[in-house]
């Protein structure tokens, strides 16, 4: 098994699994030389109960065998990455983290002041934002926040998941808070400084594009070429938006494998297919919406292709 992937259809959101196994390293003699624990991350949320066209996560979570071990217990979630906090990325978060079945060991967050301006409409958002702000008082779990400059990494080793930070930069950051004249934005441009990560599976390269838009992928685009050259997935950036949708960097990324998570309905509306088959007319493209939850299997093995299947 290699590192195995979970885009799950949750319509105008985003959830993504990504689940790290259990490793040995061996010498050429055979021997066990360094083991590698199974991690499992989340990345954002968007749980619905009571919409049958959409995925369940904790019912999903709970019903993979992927997240349960040989006694039938449920896996720890060792890291809780939320990418930035519209309700389109932590919406049910109150139900996953009061969940007594489930364990969270850590929750990556973003040093920021944003407060939403839509919570009133919406109970639920109400409930997941007060949650999301306990949580960040980090009384019952660790919190890390963490940018793309932040050095030591103590958080996560190259030997083990291998995770760069793409975004937010320093600049980034500053950008979502301020004007150019040094004045406070009314509202922090909260996605404008979300996480876009990238994963190496040895010589393979995953990027997850958060929800950046024209700047976010502009500071990428001019820091982080070499990383992001000749990716092998590319979760689009903004749900596969039009605004999301970068052509320079695209060229470099030249991803096999494209994801959108998205409704039908967003899609039709801002999907950048075209875009995308303009520059990388060979890439493949799998949408949520169409495929509902999809699982791609990253080997290890450099020799091995990578599998895209549905749930």
Not at 84 to 102: A, R
Not at 177 to 198: C, F, P, R, T, W
Not at 250 to 258: A, C, G, L, N, V
Request: overall charge negative; hydrophobic content about 30%.
């Amino acid at each position: 098994m290699g590192v195995r992937i979970h885009f799950l259809n949750v319509g105008s959101g985003d959830c993504t699994i990504v689940h790290f196994p259990y490793r040995e390293v061996k010498n050429n003699q055979g021997q066990v030389i360094k083991t590698k624990e199974e991690r499992i991350t989340f990345i954002d949320l968007n749980h619905y109960d009571d919409q049958a066209e959409y995925e369940n996560v904790l019912n999903y979570y709970k019903n993979s065998n992927d997240f349960r071990d040989t006694n039938g217990k449920l896996k720890p979630i060792f890291r809780f990455i939320c990418s930035h906090p519209h309700m389109d990325h932590i919406y049910g978060l109150s139900k996953l983290f009061n969940d007594t079945e489930l364990e969270i060991i850590n929750f990556w967050d973003l040093e920021h002041e944003f407060v939403p301006e839509d919570l009133d409409y919406n109970e639920q958002y109400q409930n997941d934002w007060e949650t999301y702000q306990e949580i960040r008082k980090g009384y019952t779990l660790r919190i890390i926040k963490t940018y793309r400059e932040d050095s030591p990494r103590n958080y996560w080793k190259d030997y083990e998941d291998r995770i760069t930070i793409l975004s937010p930069s320093l600049k980034l950051i500053k950008m979502a808070h301020y004007n150019e004249d040094g004045s406070k934005k009314e509202q922090v441009e909260i996605d404008e400084m979300s996480y876009a990560l990238l994963i190496r599976v040895n010589n393979k390269k995953i990027i997850l594009g958060g929800d950046g838009q024209e700047r976010v992928w502009n500071d990428i685009f001019e820091n982080c070429k070499e990383e992001i050259a000749g990716c092998s997935v590319l979760k689009a950036s903004h749900h596969g938006h039009e605004s999301g949708f970068h052509e320079e960097a695209i060229k470099i990324m030249k991803p096999q494998f494209i994801v959108f998570s998205n409704s039908k309905q967003e899609d039709e509306q801002n999907g950048a297919s075209d875009k995308y088959k303009m520059v990388l007319p060979n890439t493949t493209i799998y949408k949520t919406h169409e495929f509902r939850t999809i699982i791609a299997d990253i080997p290890f093995n450099d020799t091995e292709d990578i599998a895209f299947y549905r749930s």
